[in-house]
């Protein structure tokens, strides 16, 4: 399927030089002379390398269509993990390094959407949002609550994020996988 440069999103799967490229990164420029352009990151499916393209507004791309099945995550082992299809538990390992940095959000159990280029296994999307405990954050120093500054904290599955001044250590929160961001408290 054809799509315009500038609709280009991170996580699209694009047919490129013959293979299939996962844009990582995209950056939207409009120098003062000459035409727009978008700059974008690839990262080639099958052997992981990457690349970084510029692609002028008016130029088109082939988006690959994949499909998505239901699967659930089971257990990580060494670089692989091992996810169960829901309909007919079928059990796939994929290398961890094609979850990219989203990969450290799995926990067992977790379902999530597989998807798939000609009954082929490619990558995997998480929950765009998933609660998470936080297991250590420095003390709120009095006064500082007052600006919208923000400090670090540690999640208990090791990932760290930066959090308003007034979450504290065992609060539930609600942290975007992808953008690696504090969303809000958890209810």
């Known amino acids: 399927m054809k799509m315009n440069s500038v609709d280009i999103r991170p996580g699209n ?18 120098p003062g002379k000459g035409g727009a352009y978008m700059q974008v990151e690839l ?3 099958t052997d992981g ?17 994949l499909d998505t099945k239901d699967f659930q995550f089971l257990y990580a082992e060494g670089d692989d993990l091992t996810f169960m299809d829901k309909v007919t538990y079928d059990q796939t390992s994929l290398a961890k ?9 799995l926990e ?6 597989m998807e798939l280029y000609e009954e082929k296994p490619i990558s ?8 998470a405990v936080i297991a250590d954050t420095e003390a709120v120093v009095k006064g ?3 600006s919208s500054s923000y400090k670090p904290a540690r999640l208990e599955n090791g990932v760290r994020v930066m959090v308003p001044p007034f ?7 609600v942290v975007d996988v992808y953008e690696r961001e504090y969303v809000r408290r958890a209810d």
């Open 43 to 45: 990262k080639n499916l």
């Open 49 to 65: 390398r990457k690349t970084n393209e510029r692609f002028r507004s008016a130029e088109t791309v082939e988006k690959v269509r």
């Open 97 to 105: 390094d094609l979850l990219g940095e989203a990969a450290d959000f």
């Open 108 to 113: 067992d159990g977790m379902d999530v959407t």
């Open 13 to 30: 799967i694009l047919e490129y030089q013959g293979g299939l490229w996962r844009a990582v990164k995209i950056q939207h420029t409009q």
């Open 144 to 146: 500082q609550t007052a």
């Open 124 to 131: 995997v999307q998480l929950p765009d949002h998933i609660e």
């Open 167 to 173: 979450i504290g250590v065992g609060t539930k929160i």
